[in-house]
């Protein structure tokens, strides 16, 4: 069975910092990706950042680029999104998902934790 827990959210001023974390265990073999994807209120879900567990290749929305970074930790079966100068419209629930793939493009993962919030005051 495949569990995905995150944790980490919380409350934080404009430019500064939160790193979430992501627990996934149950996955065997093979190439799967973990991705934080984020959805803020009256808005579609998008994703935010992924890591593939094999190569550990990665890829970032736009909007975060620069200022989100994401690792991982596979002895701890573990995924962190460190969040650096952070706006007012980063604020969202962040979800982590976890999925095989093969490709990042049209990549919506199975596995989903349960979200935590993210808020980020101006």
């Known amino acids: 069975e495949v569990q995905v827990v995150e944790s980490g959210g919380g409350l934080v001023q404009a430019g500064g910092s939160l790193t979430l974390s992501c627990l996934v265990s149950?996955?065997?073999?093979?190439?799967?990706?973990i991705g934080w994807f984020r959805q803020a209120p009256g808005k579609e879900r998008e994703g935010v950042s992924f890591i593939k567990n094999k190569d550990g290749s990665t890829m970032y929305a736009e909007v975060v680029n620069g200022r989100f970074t994401i690792s991982s930790d596979n002895a701890k079966n573990t995924v962190y999104l460190q969040m650096n100068s952070l706006k007012p419209e980063d604020t969202a629930v962040y979800y982590c998902?976890?999925?095989?793939?093969?490709?990042?493009?049209?990549?919506?993962?199975?596995?989903w934790g349960q979200g935590t919030q993210v808020t980020v005051s101006s």
């Open positions: 149950g996955f065997r073999l093979g190439d799967y990706g």
């Open positions: 998902a976890a999925d095989y793939v093969s490709s990042w493009s049209g990549w919506w993962p199975d596995y």
